[in-house]
């Protein structure tokens, strides 16, 4: 069985521009969340998908944030436009239907570096 | 605040020897994770213990669980060089309501000398 998987694995951009993050869950998993650690910080929960429902986005630092997950399936973050402290590694996880308070899978995250 | 906090930041072993870390926490909780990180890799889960349970065990990996002090340990037994990695416990707390989400210590950094 597939884990999680994200893309791109890194990505170098400059501030003001845009960019996606995409994450693809373990198949069948209704469960989907998004963490993200910057630099000497711990790692922090952004959002909580369930199916394609947003149930818990307390955790999005600001509008320049946008999550999707349209069909249930993957999901994407944009962050329009970055900025210089949105530097960090990005997370995505997932967990089975009924699962919200069981093992969360992992991928292995998007390194993003805004200069 | 941090809900979870972890001890020591940093633990260097000789191969062979026992690694304990511990990770101490606020608010009452409904399970705690413990994850490990591989330089520059992913999160790779490796233990979810309950608030109902005190002790689980995993090949070399011995879990506690002490809901009264709020605090968990992490025991990995006869380490090894490819046990080195970063180690991260994590709560999913009764205040989460139903999301789930999990609340990330600052980590320790487990170094294994060959």
């Known amino acids: 069985e597939a884990g999680v998987t994200q893309f791109p694995s890194h990505s170098v951009i400059e501030k003001g521009q845009t960019v996606t993050l995409r994450c693809d869950p373990i198949?069948?998993?209704?469960?989907l969340y998004w963490y993200r650690r910057v630099m000497g910080k711990e790692i922090k929960f952004l959002l909580h998908?369930?199916?394609?429902?947003?149930?818990?986005e307390s955790g999005m630092p600001n509008n320049r944030f946008l999550a999707e997950r349209t069909g249930g399936t993957y999901s994407t973050l944009k962050v329009q436009p970055a900025e210089l402290e949105d530097s960090g590694v990005y997370f995505c996880?997932?967990?089975?239907?009924?699962?919200?308070?069981?093992?969360?899978?992992f991928g292995p995250g998007t390194r993003l570096l805004v200069l | 605040s941090q809900q979870g906090e972890e001890d020591p930041q940093a633990l260097s072993i000789q191969e062979g020897e026992n690694a304990t870390m511990n990770c101490s926490y606020k608010?009452?909780?409904?399970?705690l994770q413990w994850y490990r990180q591989n330089s520059g890799r992913g999160l790779v889960h490796l233990i979810l213990?309950?608030?109902?349970?005190r002790e689980k065990h995993s090949g070399r990996l011995r879990v506690t669980l002490d809901t009264s002090k709020k605090s968990s340990s992490l025991l990995i037994t006869a380490s090894r060089a490819a046990d080195t990695a970063s180690y991260f416990c994590?709560?999913?707390?009764?205040?989460?309501?139903?999301?789930?989400?999990?609340?990330f210590g600052q980590g320790t950094t487990l170094q294994v000398k060959p």
């Open positions: 996880a997932s967990s089975p239907f009924g699962g919200a308070r069981e093992t969360q899978y």
């Open positions: 198949s069948g998993h209704d469960n």
């Open positions: 998908f369930v199916k394609e429902s947003k149930q818990d």
């Open positions: 608010t009452s909780i409904n399970n």
């Open positions: 213990i309950r608030s109902n349970e």
């Open positions: 994590a709560t999913d707390a009764w205040s989460s309501g139903n999301t789930g989400k999990l609340i």
